[in-house]
C-alpha cells in the first residue's frame, strides 16, 4: 500500500525544458491541439533551445513533463501588432528571436488535461514574468486563441465577446484564464491563426508589462529603490540666535546624514523659538519680523545639504513680502536647487492670531530618490490635496507639523495614515515637542513623528514604517522600498488609483483668476 501510494503522489518541478522532454510534449500537444496545426517537429523544438533555452520551460511530474511553456526575445518594433503566428516565429525556424529585443514573446502554453485544475498554468504564466524582469524586457507579449468564441460569434462580435469576458458574463477557457493573470487585450486580431476555427481565426493580443524596466539602464546614477529617510522629532528651546539656531540644525542634519539618509526633514516653524527676541510686540507683528530670519536659515539650510548630501524638507518658516503672510516649507536639494510648497489651508487659530493667508499652488517635485509632494500640517487634513500628489506620481508625502496637545496630533495622524492608504505612498510626519514659554501662542508641543506605508502584504502589518517615542526629542532612520509602490500599484490586494471610477468623479485644480 506504501509504495502504491508513493506512485500517486505528485512531485512538480519547474525547470528549463531538455530536448529528451520531446515526447512528453508532442504527446500533450497532439492531444489539445488536434486542429490548430499539431505538435511542434523535434527540429522546430531543437531550434527554439538552441536560440532561447531560458525561455522554454516546463513542469515535470515524478520525471514527466505535464504542462509547458515556450517564449522568445524580439524586436517587436520589427513586427508592430498586426503579424501574424507564422511571421512571429519565422514559419518555426525561431530565427526571429533577437537577444537584443525588447519584448518576451509567448509562442505556446499547453497543459496535460490531467493536471488541469492544479493551477499549473498560473505556475508558468509567473515564471515568465520572473524571466522578464530579470531580463530587463520591457513587456510580455502573446497572441491569445479566443475558442470559446464559436458559441456567439453569430450574436455578438469579437469586441463585444471580448468585454463579456473582461465582464465575467461568459467563460472562456483561454482568455478568461489570461485576464486573470494580469494580462491586458491590446488588440483584436484577425487571421492570427487561421486554422483555429473554434477562435474563427480571430485572436486576442494581449500584454503584460513589465513594471521594472529600465530602458537605458545606467552603471551609475539610476533611480534609488530604496531611499532612507530622517526625520527629526525638534525639542523647542531658547536659541539667542540664528547661528544658535542653525547649530542645532547641523548636529541633526549631520546625525542623519552619518546614517546616509536621502532625506531629513524639520517639524513645522522648528525656527520659532527665535519669537522669543520679540515677545514684547503683539503676535502678529512677531511672527512678521521672524519672517526677516526665513532668506537668511534657507541659504543656509542649501549650504547644509550640499555639505552633508542630503536633501532637506527644511519644516515650515513664516515668509512676509510686505502685503501676504504665508506659510512655507523649503524642499533644498543636494544638488544645490531649492524649491518651496506654501501651507494652503490656514487654521482659524494662525488667521486670528498671525493673519496668516493662504498658498494658491500645489506639486509635486523631482528628487534624485523619488518624486515626493509636501503638506505643512493641517494640509494633510484634506485628502484632495494629496490624491493630486498622487496623480502626479508622487512616491513619499513629507508632512512637517506643528501641534499643541494630543487631539491636534492625533488629527494629523491620522490622516496622514489615511494619505498613505488612498494614495499607495509612503507618508513621513515629524513635529516638536518641549515648551516655549516666552513664546505667545507656541508655548507647548506635542509630537510622535512616524513613517507609514500602504497596508498590504508587502508592508508592515500595521502600515507603519517607523516611529518615535512620544514628546522625546529623538530622531528616526528608517529606510522604504520604493519598487513595492510599484507592485502595490499594479497587483496589490486593492487598487486604489487604478480602480478609481474616473467616469463618475474626478479632482479638478481651479487656476486663481
Not at 502595490?488 to 486604489?496: C, E, L, P, T, Y
Request: charged residues 30%; contains cysteine.
Amino acid at each position: 500500500m506504501s509504495k502504491q501510494r508513493d506512485e500517486l503522489e505528485h512531485r512538480l518541478k519547474l525547470r528549463n525544458i531538455k530536448l529528451s522532454d520531446y515526447d512528453d510534449i508532442r504527446e500533450i500537444m497532439v492531444t489539445i491541439y488536434k486542429e490548430p496545426g499539431g505538435a511542434w517537429t523535434r527540429q522546430e523544438l531543437k531550434n527554439q533551445l538552441k536560440v532561447f533555452p531560458e525561455g522554454q520551460i516546463c513542469i515535470e511530474d515524478n520525471g514527466r513533463v505535464v504542462a509547458a511553456a515556450l517564449s522568445l526575445i524580439v524586436d517587436y518594433t520589427k513586427f508592430g501588432d498586426n503579424h501574424t503566428y507564422d511571421q512571429i516565429t519565422g514559419y518555426g525556424k525561431f530565427d526571429t528571436h533577437d537577444d537584443d529585443g525588447d519584448t518576451l514573446y509567448g509562442t505556446d502554453v499547453f497543459v496535460d488535461k490531467d493536471y488541469r485544475g492544479m493551477r499549473i498554468g498560473r505556475r508558468l504564466y509567473d515564471a515568465r514574468k520572473e524571466l522578464c524582469e530579470n531580463l530587463n524586457l520591457r513587456s510580455i507579449i502573446a497572441g491569445g486563441r479566443i475558442p470559446g468564441y464559436s458559441k456567439y460569434f453569430d450574436q455578438m462580435t469579437p469586441r463585444k465577446y471580448i468585454d463579456m469576458v473582461k465582464s465575467k458574463e461568459i467563460f472562456d477557457p483561454v482568455l478568461s484564464f489570461q485576464l486573470a493573470n494580469e494580462f491586458h487585450v491590446r488588440k483584436v486580431i484577425t487571421k492570427y491563426l487561421p486554422e483555429d476555427t473554434d477562435s474563427r481565426a480571430y485572436a486576442t493580443l494581449l500584454e503584460w508589462i513589465n513594471i521594472y524596466y529600465e530602458k537605458d539602464e545606467k552603471l551609475i546614477g539610476n533611480k534609488k529603490s530604496i531611499v532612507r529617510l530622517g526625520l527629526v522629532q525638534w525639542k523647542m528651546r531658547r536659541f539667542n540666535s540664528v547661528d544658535d539656531l542653525m547649530q542645532q540644525v547641523e548636529f541633526f542634519v549631520d546625525t542623519v546624514s552619518g546614517y546616509k539618509s536621502d532625506f531629513c526633514l524639520l517639524p513645522e516653524f522648528f525656527n520659532a523659538p527665535l519669537l522669543a527676541e520679540f515677545n514684547d510686540m503683539d503676535a502678529s507683528e512677531a511672527i512678521r519680523n521672524l519672517a526677516d530670519y526665513t532668506d537668511e536659515i534657507v541659504s543656509r539650510m542649501s549650504d547644509l545639504a550640499l555639505s552633508y548630501n542630503v536633501n532637506i524638507i527644511a519644516g515650515s518658516m513664516p515668509e512676509y513680502d510686505g502685503k501676504k503672510l504665508r506659510n512655507v516649507s523649503y524642499l533644498c536639494r543636494r544638488d544645490g536647487t531649492t524649491d518651496k510648497q506654501y501651507k494652503l489651508h490656514i487654521t482659524p487659530d494662525e488667521q486670528s492670531y498671525w493673519g496668516l493667508q493662504g498658498g494658491n499652488g500645489i506639486r509635486a517635485f523631482d528628487t534624485d530618490a523619488g518624486k515626493i509632494g509636501i503638506l505643512i500640517c493641517y494640509d494633510v487634513e484634506f485628502p484632495e490635496l494629496g490624491r493630486i500628489l498622487a496623480e502626479q506620481e508622487m512616491d513619499i508625502l513629507f508632512v512637517p507639523y506643528w501641534t499643541d496637545t494630543k487631539n491636534a496630533f492625533l488629527r494629523v495622524n491620522t490622516c496622514a495614515k489615511a494619505r498613505a492608504v488612498e494614495n499607495e505612498c509612503y507618508v513621513a510626519i515629524t513635529g516638536s515637542v518641549g515648551n516655549l514659554p516666552r513664546v505667545e501662542n507656541m508655548d507647548i508641543q506635542y509630537s510622535q513623528s512616524a513613517i507609514y506605508s500602504p497596508s498590504d502584504f508587502s508592508f508592515p502589518h500595521d502600515a507603519t514604517v517607523a516611529q518615535a517615542a512620544e514628546n522625546a526629542e529623538t530622531t528616526i532612520v528608517a529606510d522604504v522600498d520604493l519598487d513595492l509602490l510599484t507592485k502595490q500599484r499594479k497587483a496589490g490586494s486593492v487598487r486604489n488609483l487604478d480602480q478609481r471610477r474616473l467616469d463618475l468623479y474626478s479632482i479638478q485644480w481651479k487656476k486663481k483668476k
